[in-house]
């Protein structure tokens, strides 16, 4: 198997031999250890699992999404098919609602229907969370112009955490930081996740932020090096646990499968003019084979 896949399944059976089962605002309680580290060498392997098949169009689209168009809208991915967000959508009268477990007067957690009303000019978005605060703060187009005229500028940071717009986001970032790194030729990042849901979003978001580095990478003049990825709540939800044994027992079973390669359109050398359509005619992801899909459910 891919190396990605065998630091994987590692943590995987960390956390189902060690971790700790706890309550959380959804109302699936999670098994959850307080903290996980991963190196990523993409000088030699693009990580992407084969123990499961990884939606690559979906993936790298969301990515998009937040740093190339910068966006909150939903309609945005909706138009492309891609569905990661429908469960988060501000509806057309600036609600939002959803099932989970609050505080109640003594300080005991009971489930129960949470309606947030925002304003409604954040109708159909996700209000001021991921790619509305890479906007604001034009992270992405820093970070570019950074790495062009000042590559040993130790400030090369993109934060999707402010507290500012808290309170109007619906979900909070979660991969919320990367700092960034010019030596020799590559690019390198640090990425920030401080909760981590294992069997859904880790593998998303690794393939995001690999993607998004060789693609920096590729509009800089540069080489994808390193990235660093750091998280402080790694868990698996209990009505996730049997797909994560099946998947453990494929990298335990099944045949070694490698990585697929990224291949990145050798003529767009603009990160902003990245295709970001359907068919992602810029970026494909080649050679990829897996062992089939395994369905694990979304806990908001």
């Known amino acids: 198997m891919s190396k990605w896949d065998k630091d994987y399944i590692n943590l995987c059976k960390q956390i189902l031999e060690e971790g700790k089962r706890v309550e959380n605002r959804t109302g699936i309680d999670t098994i959850k250890i307080p903290g996980h580290f991963f190196k990523f060498d993409l000088k030699k392997e693009f990580p992407a699992l084969t123990t499961k098949q990884l939606f690559f169009r979906q993936a790298i689209l969301e990515m998009l999404w937040i740093y190339q168009v910068q966006s909150n809208d939903v309609r945005w991915l909706q138009k492309r098919d891609v569905h990661i967000w429908d469960e988060w959508e501000i509806d057309e009268n600036g609600l939002w609602k959803a099932n989970q477990l609050v505080p109640n007067k003594d300080g005991k957690l009971e489930k129960k229907e949470v309606i947030r009303q925002f304003d409604t000019k ?7 969370a991921y790619g509305y605060i890479n906007n604001k703060f034009q992270n992405t187009n820093r970070l570019i112009e950074t790495i062009k005229n000042n590559p040993n500028d130790r ?32 690019l390198n990042c640090w990425v920030h996740q401080r909760s981590c849901d294992v069997p859904l979003g880790l593998p998303f978001n690794i393939t995001q932020y690999a993607t998004l580095l060789s693609l920096i990478a590729h509009c800089t003049d540069l080489k994808p090096g390193n990235m660093y990825w750091s998280i402080k709540d ?26 697929p390669e990224l291949w990145i359109n050798p003529e767009v050398k603009d990160f902003f003019q990245i295709d970001n359509s359907k068919e992602l005619k810029d970026i494909k992801v080649k050679n990829y084979k897996h062992h089939g899909k395994i369905k694990f459910p979304i806990a908001q």
């Open 122 to 128: 954040y109708a159909h978005t996700i209000g001021t």
């Open 155 to 186: 400030r090369m940071i993109m934060s999707l955490w402010q507290d500012d717009y808290i309170k109007t986001a619906v979900l909070p970032s979660c991969v919320w930081s990367s700092e960034w790194d010019v030596t020799d030729g590559y």
């Open 234 to 259: 790694a868990h698996i939800y209990v009505n996730q646990i049997d797909g994560i044994k099946e998947q453990i027992k494929r990298f335990d079973t099944l045949e070694d499968l490698k990585a």
